[in-house]
């Protein structure tokens, strides 16, 4: 299967996922993306396109932890956001696991959020 092909079949993940899950000012989609070396985690309110908490591996408090795109590095990030999204009085999210499957390093960053005190 070529680059292309499994490109197009992510982004029909995607757009499957985003029919079914929309985040609101009382509860906000939580978008998380991981590439081959970095974390991203957006907390987002789709009624008006506003981001209300983003955090990142290059974060400079987790770039001393040096985290990685792994299951340890999952758990660190999720960890600072479920801390970062209580300051922002955010309780309660809808998990958008953006086009990837529900187990692994996705599954380790749900569960340490949820940990941290955010209910799904």
Do not use: C
Request: charged share 25%; glycine share 6%.
């Amino acid at each position: 299967m070529n680059t292309v092909r499994k490109a197009q079949l992510l982004q029909r993940r995607r757009w499957r996922i985003r029919k079914k899950v929309a985040g609101t000012a009382l509860r906000p989609r939580l978008s998380v993306k991981f590439s081959t070396k970095h974390i991203y985690a957006q907390a987002v309110n789709d009624d008006t396109g506003a981001t209300l908490v983003f955090i990142s591996s290059l974060d400079p408090e987790l770039r001393k932890q040096k985290p990685a795109a792994n299951l340890t590095g999952a758990k660190l990030v999720a960890a600072a956001f479920a801390d970062k999204a209580k300051a922002a009085g955010i309780t309660t999210i809808v998990f958008d696991r953006n086009g990837a499957l529900y187990h692994g390093k996705v599954k380790a960053f749900a569960d340490a959020v949820r940990a941290g005190g955010i209910i799904f």
